[in-house]
């Protein structure tokens, strides 16, 4: 039984005004030669209500852990349209077009409601309402790979700021998702995600967070359950 052991390390850069905003971003796994990733996301805002952005990946990140035991990468261009209809609502449609390097192609479109449940100076509630399908052209892959999918799901996302000074700012995050997923001769059945993030921003220019996200899922209509740490560092220039 062979073991995938992934390792990346990355670094971008970012530009905004008050429309328009591109980010850039270079990846390397330094235990495979070559393994470069690269990443292009733009977006524009064009008035207070609408706006769009596109991002491509090349040899993404986003791929079954499955599929990398037989080499598989790929890439993928996507592009949103939003609009803010008020201050507590607003609405997003994407889709996305995956191609991996096995012939397989993939489509997804997805479309979410946000809603604003409730703010003040230390809380932030939200709700997110999601509808998700996808379709791929190749069948009997490796990896997991339906070849048609769709889910329905609910998130609450929960936001505490536990201290706050000036630019300080140490907030907490918690985050659970629930809904349904349906596959392809497989019956629809329930799934849940729960996410807990420590926030920290430090100032203006430099923040972390660190978190862990539990998750119980259902690929090929058996549950798997998934327990994921992670780390981020952002410093703008």
Known sequence: ??????????????????????AIEVLRN???DPDYGFRWLTSYRFDDYWHASAEFFYNADDLPIKGRVVGLRGSYLSFNLGIRTSDLDSYRLSLTHYYFNDGNRKWSLGLNWDHQ???????????????????????????????????AENRVDLRHTIHRRYDFKFIQRFVLTTGFYKQAFFKSRFFYIFRYEHHWDLDDRKAFLYGISYSNRIYDGRREHGLVYYLTLNWRF
């Open 1 to 22: 039984k062979r073991v995938v052991d992934r390792h990346r390390f990355g670094i971008g850069l970012s530009y905004d005004r008050v429309r328009f905003g591109s």
């Open 30 to 32: 330094p235990e495979q």
């Open 117 to 151: 449940l409730y703010i003040d100076h230390r809380f932030w509630l939200s709700n997110r309402i999601s509808l998700y399908a996808s379709t791929s052209n190749r069948r009997e892959r490796y990896y997991f790979n339906p070849k048609s999918d769709m889910s």
